[in-house]
């Protein structure tokens, strides 16, 4: 009987080709969108699922409670051996601390090869917890002697053109010889891992001695620490044990610890301590299910309009014997038959278009990942509620139709599904869509806002470049000078970082002048010699800069600073001392500088400090002449590599960076628009179905028009007027539902910008040109057609 529905369903659709077509694409469309989504979502979600253990292991992270609560992905680093040793809860412990941009030399060939690379100290006990492969298979993984490391299957081909490269030695830094003693399987993109070197963590005080020290007194994010937790326990039950820990070890300070155990599951999707926000993932589910619904919309609509002209079909079926259920399923066996060709289509475009979608969110997916169960039982799934939902509404109201008034031509539209229900179909289509684009453009507005904004400081000619930590003054000294004497460079800064931005600065605890506590709130320090202000181009508003000293005995602050601590005027604050970092840094206020970003705009404008120290510098800014920046970069970059022969040179203009602070957003921003535009065409297509059907309605009464006077224009106008109702009422639906849901996202941002009324007129009237244009050609077809050939029209 199956076989019969569809051999029956086949030959009707070869009938209507054009109508099937519609349907087809416009199906294809949307199915291949939605495996894209699910594709992304899938990814998403298989973060870190892959380990042995999984629902054991756990990350152990902080809050933070001074005048705001702030969440720390981190720990003090004395809390793992505390944690490991005074308490049974774990059966391992281990610390890994990430360091960027370090130089690895190795020879090759008997030649040298500079890399430049993350680098993680790991505890030994960290592959015990994490079941990360040798390439041998095994998983004895061994880092307990210093001066030792593991590195990854790519890397070594990379480094040395082989994995076999057990035993051989590699330089770090220009300073330790690093063997290498085993050599992992390539780490899965979706790993939270994002380094490739692992060396023993005895190595670490030479490089970061505050994080290999067993210490409370701070929390640097480069260290994370991981538990595999004993069978059975109570997370509540630990976290609560954890409370003393505080209060043994920090009583004194005011930035009040809280210890927390985070499950790896969701350590990907906490948006608190870093994470992906899950919302944005329910968001592109929805639009994936947008894509499916608009398709269906076209669907019911087109197939309910060929009702009418089936209807004699369907009579005479009904006189020679078909009951109601015969014919319903006939036409559900005709709505499966458009959809497994659509299903097909569709995951054929998405594989076509993979490649894309890989570049713009750096992913890697490829057709391999297609090949699982299921997937397949997602496929089966979408086509079994496609096929029953676009073909039993009219597939219900083809089997309820009379055969006498079939048969004798005397139904109407209301007998076939009717026009009401189409234009509810349709204004939920528009709706969807006007609700697309502005949720586009709104998003779009955010980003050019944070990225165009004047921050408070100069990043569209600063240059940054990456030099050697711990140089000496005099040193320091002289390669400035030589990089001043570039004719393109108007100014050079020795700073920790660029004035806004990750890894830019750092937060602590703040004495102020005679007052006899640390205030509630933390202050963020700008490491930066005396021409950081300038390069920078940072405004002075009170006091002045501090002068060339070896140590650290005169700081700027912000005007942040000032209002934190309630006094009425910056002014007030020079002369001022200042200890930070619980004593160690003991300073005088000399100038106060205009708030600047410092970080993005979720966040607010921290209370900030600067200060020199050549111990801190981590780059070199440089203002520069944009009129010749090809040949000044080049001069840079040769003084660099004349100085720093050793190292590998990169740089980076600033306002790139600033932007790289938004490139979530920048690549969900065109997704956003990717999927609009295939919402807008999915909607087209079956506009053009629906007008195809009705000007074939209405060809005869074009033609009377005509006879009568009316020309093109007013004939175009009947057919859009009623398009443009249907819009203005999706308009009247849709905008409170874009302003809602995106107030909503907006709300994540500290400084954002308004949600205008003309982006919603926006919206609605491009719906309107894109239907205008749409419908245009077939009527202007007719229209333009002799009244003789209409009016011969039956």
Request: glycine share 6%; proline share 3%.
């Given at each position: 009987?199956f076989?019969?529905?569809?051999?029956?369903?086949?030959?009707?659709?070869?009938?209507?080709?054009?109508?099937?077509?519609?349907?087809?694409?416009?199906?294809?469309?949307?199915?291949?969108?939605?495996?894209?989504?699910?594709?992304?979502?899938s990814?998403?979600?298989?973060?870190?699922?892959?380990?042995?253990?999984?629902?054991?292991?756990?990350?152990?992270?902080?809050?933070?409670?001074?005048?705001?609560?702030?969440?720390?992905?981190?720990?003090?680093?004395?809390?793992?051996?505390?944690?490991?040793?005074?308490?049974?809860?774990?059966?391992k412990?281990?610390?890994?601390?990430?360091?960027?941009?370090?130089?690895?030399?190795?020879?090759?060939?008997?030649?040298?090869?500079?890399?430049k690379?993350?680098?993680?100290?790991?505890?030994?006990?960290?592959?015990?917890?994490?079941?990360?492969p040798?390439l041998?298979?095994?998983?004895?993984?061994?880092?307990?002697?210093?001066?030792?490391?593991?590195?990854?299957?790519?890397?070594?081909?990379?480094?040395?053109?082989?994995?076999?490269?057990?035993?051989?030695?590699?330089?770090?830094?220009?300073?330790?010889t690093?063997?290498?003693?085993?050599?992992?399987?390539?780490?899965?993109?979706?790993?939270?891992?994002?380094?490739?070197?692992?060396?023993?963590?005895?190595?670490?005080?030479?490089?970061?001695?505050?994080?290999?020290?067993?210490n409370?007194?701070?929390?640097?994010?480069?260290?994370?620490?991981?538990?595999?937790?004993?069978?059975?326990?109570?997370?509540?039950?630990?976290?609560t044990?954890?409370?003393?820990?505080?209060?043994?070890?920090?009583?004194?300070?005011k930035?009040?610890?809280?210890?927390?155990?985070?499950?790896?599951?969701?350590?990907?999707?906490?948006?608190?301590?870093?994470?992906?926000?899950?919302?944005?993932?329910?968001?592109?589910?929805?639009?994936?299910?947008?894509?499916?619904?608009?398709?269906?919309?076209?669907?019911?609509?087109?197939s309910?309009?060929?009702?009418?002209?089936?209807?004699?079909?369907?009579?005479?079926?009904?006189?020679?014997?078909?009951?109601?259920?015969?014919l319903?399923?006939?036409?559900?066996?005709?709505?499966?038959?458009?959809?497994?060709?659509?299903i097909?289509?569709?995951?054929?475009?998405?594989?076509?278009?993979?490649?894309?979608?890989?570049?713009?969110?750096?992913?890697?997916?490829?057709?391999?990942?297609?090949?699982?169960?299921?997937?397949?039982?997602?496929?089966?799934?979408?086509?079994?509620?496609?096929s029953?939902?676009?073909?039993?509404?009219?597939?219900?109201?083809?089997s309820?139709?009379?055969?006498?008034?079939?048969?004798?031509?005397?139904?109407s539209?209301?007998?076939?599904?009717?026009?009401?229900?189409?234009?509810?179909?349709?204004?939920?289509?528009?709706?969807?869509?006007?609700?697309?684009?502005?949720?586009?453009?709104?998003?779009?507005?955010?980003?050019?806002?944070?990225?165009?904004?004047?921050?408070?400081?100069?990043?569209?000619s600063?240059?940054?470049?990456?030099?050697?930590?711990?140089?000496?003054?005099?040193?320091?000294?002289?390669?400035?000078?030589?990089?001043?004497?570039?004719?393109?460079?108007?100014?050079?800064?020795?700073?920790?970082?660029?004035?806004?931005?990750?890894?830019?600065?750092?937060?602590?605890?703040?004495?102020?002048?005679?007052?006899?506590?640390?205030?509630?709130?933390?202050?963020?320090?700008?490491?930066?010699?005396?021409?950081?202000?300038?390069?920078?181009?940072?405004?002075?508003?009170?006091?002045?800069?501090?002068?060339?000293?070896?140590?650290l005995?005169?700081v700027?602050?912000?005007?942040?600073?000032?209002?934190?601590?309630g006094?009425?005027?910056?002014?007030?604050?020079?002369?001022?001392?200042?200890?930070?970092?619980?004593?160690s840094?003991?300073?005088?206020?000399?100038?106060v500088?205009?708030?600047?970003?410092?970080?993005?705009?979720?966040?607010?404008?921290s209370?900030?400090?600067?200060?020199?120290?050549?111990?801190?510098?981590?780059?070199?800014?440089?203002?520069?002449?944009?009129?010749n920046?090809?040949?000044?970069?080049?001069?840079?970059?040769?003084?660099?590599?004349?100085?720093?022969?050793?190292?590998?040179?990169?740089?980076?203009?600033?306002?790139?960076?600033?932007a790289?602070?938004?490139?979530?957003?920048?690549?969900?921003?065109?997704?956003?628009?990717?999927?609009?535009?295939?919402?807008?065409?999915?909607?087209?297509?079956?506009?053009?179905?629906?007008?195809?059907?009705?000007?074939?309605l209405?060809?005869?009464?074009?033609?009377?028009?005509?006879?009568?006077?009316?020309?093109?224009?007013n004939?175009l106008?009947?057919?859009?007027?009623?398009?443009?109702?249907?819009?203005?009422?999706?308009?009247?639906?849709?905008?409170?539902?874009?302003?809602?849901?995106?107030?909503q996202?907006?709300?994540?941002y500290?400084?954002?910008?308004?949600?205008?009324?003309?982006?919603?007129?926006?919206?609605?009237?491009?719906?309107?040109?894109?239907?205008?244009?749409?419908?245009?050609?077939?009527?202007?077809?007719?229209?333009?057609?002799?009244?003789?050939?209409?009016?011969?029209?039956e």
């Amino acid at each position: 009987m199956f076989r019969n529905y569809i051999r029956i369903a086949w030959r009707n659709l070869l009938k209507r080709k054009v109508f099937t077509a519609i349907n087809v694409l416009g199906l294809a469309i949307g199915f291949g969108s939605s495996v894209l989504i699910y594709l992304f979502l899938s990814y998403h979600l298989s973060f870190d699922n892959f380990h042995a253990n999984s629902d054991r292991i756990y990350r152990m992270v902080t809050e933070e409670h001074r005048d705001l609560v702030e969440y720390d992905p981190s720990v003090p680093p004395a809390f793992a051996k505390t944690f490991r040793e005074d308490y049974q809860y774990a059966e391992k412990v281990a610390k890994i601390v990430t360091q960027h941009g370090f130089v690895l030399h190795s020879e090759r060939n008997g030649e040298v090869d500079k890399f430049k690379q993350n680098v993680a100290f790991v505890e030994e006990d960290f592959f015990q917890i994490f079941n990360y492969p040798l390439l041998n298979g095994s998983n004895e993984v061994s880092l307990s002697a210093p001066n030792t490391a593991i590195i990854t299957e790519a890397l070594a081909q990379k480094m040395y053109g082989s994995a076999e490269v057990v035993g051989k030695n590699f330089v770090l830094e220009n300073d330790k010889t690093i063997q290498i003693t085993g050599v992992l399987k390539n780490i899965p993109k979706t790993s939270f891992l994002k380094t490739e070197v692992f060396i023993s963590f005895q190595n670490l005080e030479d490089f970061f001695e505050f994080a290999a020290t067993e210490n409370w007194n701070g929390i640097t994010t480069n260290l994370q620490c991981f538990s595999l937790l004993k069978p059975n326990q109570n997370i509540d039950h630990i976290e609560t044990a954890l409370l003393e820990l505080p209060k043994k070890h920090r009583a004194k300070t005011k930035n009040k610890h809280v210890y927390r155990l985070q499950p790896l599951s969701i350590m990907h999707f906490d948006p608190l301590y870093g994470g992906l926000n899950p919302v944005l993932l329910w968001v592109f589910g929805i639009i994936g299910l947008f894509l499916i619904v608009i398709a269906c919309i076209n669907f019911i609509n087109i197939s309910t309009a060929q009702a009418f002209y089936r209807s004699k079909e369907i009579g005479v079926r009904k006189v020679l014997g078909s009951f109601k259920q015969h014919l319903f399923w006939q036409f559900l066996s005709e709505t499966f038959v458009i959809s497994l060709f659509a299903i097909l289509i569709g995951v054929g475009l998405a594989v076509l278009f993979l490649p894309s979608f890989n570049d713009l969110f750096q992913i890697e997916l490829s057709v391999y990942h297609l090949l699982n169960i299921r997937f397949f039982a997602f496929l089966i799934l979408v086509l079994g509620i496609v096929s029953f939902l676009s073909g039993s509404y009219p597939g219900i109201l083809m089997s309820r139709i009379v055969p006498v008034l079939a048969l004798k031509g005397k139904l109407s539209h209301n007998d076939t599904g009717g026009n009401t229900t189409r234009k509810v179909l349709v204004v939920a289509q528009f709706a969807i869509s006007i609700t697309l684009i502005a949720a586009t453009l709104i998003i779009s507005r955010q980003i050019d806002y944070a990225v165009n904004t004047d921050l408070g400081f100069n990043k569209e000619s600063v240059v940054m470049v990456d030099i050697p930590e711990d140089m000496e003054p005099l040193q320091l000294q002289g390669l400035k000078d030589r990089f001043n004497q570039i004719s393109g460079v108007q100014s050079t800064s020795a700073c920790l970082s660029s004035p806004g931005g990750a890894d830019s600065s750092w937060g602590t605890s703040i004495k102020f002048h005679n007052r006899p506590e640390p205030e509630e709130f933390s202050i963020e320090l700008k490491a930066g010699d005396i021409d950081f202000i300038n390069t920078f181009d940072i405004p002075l508003i009170a006091g002045r800069n501090f002068f060339k000293n070896d140590s650290l005995s005169e700081v700027l602050v912000n005007e942040r600073f000032a209002q934190k601590l309630g006094l009425a005027s910056s002014e007030e604050l020079l002369g001022k001392k200042i200890e930070a970092s619980g004593g160690s840094v003991k300073a005088t206020i000399v100038g106060v500088v205009k708030n600047f970003h410092d970080a993005d705009f979720t966040q607010e404008i921290s209370p900030i400090f600067i200060g020199a120290n050549n111990n801190w510098y981590n780059e070199l800014a440089f203002k520069i002449n944009m009129h010749n920046t090809k040949s000044t970069l080049a001069q840079i970059e040769q003084v660099w590599t004349d100085t720093f022969s050793d190292y590998v040179y990169e740089y980076h203009f600033l306002d790139e960076r600033v932007a790289e602070q938004y490139e979530s957003e920048q690549r969900y921003l065109s997704l956003s628009k990717v999927f609009s535009g295939l919402a807008i065409l999915i909607g087209c297509l079956g506009l053009y179905g629906l007008i195809l059907f009705f000007v074939g309605l209405r060809t005869k009464e074009i033609g009377i028009r005509k006879v009568l006077g009316s020309n093109v224009a007013n004939i175009l106008a009947l057919f859009t007027a009623d398009f443009f109702k249907l819009i203005l009422i999706a308009g009247v639906f849709a905008t409170p539902i874009a302003w809602y849901l995106m107030e909503q996202w907006l709300q994540s941002y500290t400084y954002r910008t308004e949600i205008h009324w003309w982006v919603f007129a926006f919206a609605i009237l491009s719906i309107m040109i894109i239907t205008l244009l749409t419908i245009s050609y077939q009527t202007l077809k007719v229209a333009v057609a002799s009244p003789v050939k209409s009016l011969r029209t039956e």
